[in-house]
């Protein structure tokens, strides 16, 4: 029933000035206790060892950040937990710089077959704005080394609507992460959130993003480079060339069940999404007690799981399938949905197309409006059988 792992890894060599996930500095003896403590946390969950799911993700902050024994024992802890041999996607993230030819070699041989690079940009001067501390050659070295060893199955993020950032410099940008001609890309824009120190900044007025009008051009250009290129858009902000979609990120898109463990992590399991603590002392303290690190547990009863399905169902490019909607609750969509879907179907912003619901060319500026609209006012009987 729950399919997925996520397993999240809050170190960093340098804290990006836009990131707001769950990181702390690089510290062995922190990173150690921390290893200690997340062992303690899936095992307590998992209990019995070699469990069968079919994707694994390990992300961060920076997996690789650890060093080359703490990372040895990470995966030698995920091997024990999961039977990796079986997992269809078994994905590692990593910043290039800090992903060195020992560490490829201890994932590789630790079943790992995907690797998810936090890139971001190939110009300098602006990867050095963003706090990053990798620079364009690492990227090369990094790509060239994978493919020698055979981890070829490699997927780079990207971002745009940078601060100051011109549509001609994200084209360049974009044309060289495409010359790498890689199975996956990501690409998100610049979202300034909360506690970052590009938040700080933003609010002395001291930042500034490209005008809305130039991150509309930004992001059709991508698609459309994309699209050229083979490597085909399948959700709002991912791309692939057929059969390299991220099989991990489908669970969340699917609205499929996952464990999530490590320092802030959620899970989604039947009938609750977990949260877990965030900050380091706590998370280690209760991990090592109690192995339910949980700051709070959401209840999620049948309306939040249709709306949930429809939100996420819409942001992939094949939208919501009707058929795995009516047996997922045993009930046909427009039983729920008729007069939103006539409405939002009437404005041109959806479609039905080969027995799925989707977001047309037309609607997918207005996601966050049409997503509005699936909004439940009253709860849902449950059916019983």
Sequence with gaps: MVSSVYIHIPFCEKICHYCDFTKFFYDEKMADEYLIALENEIKTEIKEPRKKVKTIFVGGGTPTALNEKQLQILVNMIQHYFEVSGVEEYTFEANPGDLNKEKMYILKSSGVNRISMGVQDFNDRMLEQLGRLHRAKDVYENVNDLVKIGLTNISIDLMYSLPNQTFSQFSDTLKEALQFNLPHYSAYSLQIEPKTIFYQRYKKGTLTKPPEEIEADMYEHLREEMNAKGIFQYEISNFAKPGFESMHNLTYWNNDYYYGFGAGSHGYLPGERIINIRPFPAYVEEANKSGKPILHIEKIGLKERIEEEVFLGLRKNQGVSLDRFEQKYQR??????????????????????????????????????????????????????
């Design 332 to 385: 046909s969509l427009s039983s729920i949905y008729q007069k939103e879907l006539d409405k939002l179907t009437h404005l041109g912003w959806l479609e039905e197309r080969n027995g799925h619901i989707r977001l047309t060319e037309k609607g997918k500026p207005f996601g966050n409006e049409v997503f509005q609209e699936f909004l439940l006012e009253c709860d849902i009987p449950e059916l019983h059988n």
